[in-house]
């Protein structure tokens, strides 16, 4: 950001009432060390809500599957494709997150996480349209 703009920007923040005091000098590079707790509280606060919501979307998403295998399941075959289930669930877990780290070494994390919530939502696609049960769900 060049000094005209950043002195613009500051004009614009002070006149709207949302700074107060001087302009930083433009070689100005220390960040006093209040204003760096206040950001490392504020990014951990922020932190925190987000892995609690992250954390409550998994809880759903895991309830729901659950209960929608449960309900079109027979029930002769229930308790076999609950086990099926639980094994997948928790077996492919460890191989997903090798595959995932030997591929996050290659091509980097942001990469790789595009790539794998892309497969999972074709897959999950390509389940839905292929089975009836699943779109007649009331």
């Known amino acids: 950001m060049s000094a005209r703009t950043a002195a613009q920007l500051c004009a614009v923040l002070t006149t709207a009432g949302l700074t107060s005091g001087d302009m ?3 070689g100005e590079k220390h960040t006093p060390w209040y204003v760096r707790v206040m ?7 922020a932190a925190i809500f987000l892995l609690g919501f992250i954390g409550y979307c998994m809880i759903l998403m895991v309830a729901t599957v659950n209960s929608l295998l449960q309900h079109l399941s027979t029930d002769k075959m229930r308790g076999r494709v609950m086990s099926i289930y639980a094994t ?10 090798l595959l995932a780290g030997s591929l996050a070494g290659t091509i980097g994390a942001p990469h790789t996480i595009a790539i794998m919530a892309a497969i999972a939502l074709i897959a999950s696609a390509i389940l839905f349209f292929r089975s009836e049960d699943l ?3 009331n």
């Open 24 to 26: 930083p000098a433009a």
């Open 39 to 45: 950001l490392g509280v504020a990014g951990l606060i």
């Open 88 to 97: 997948a669930f928790l077996g492919f877990a460890p191989i997903g997150s």
């Open 135 to 137: 779109q007649n769900l």
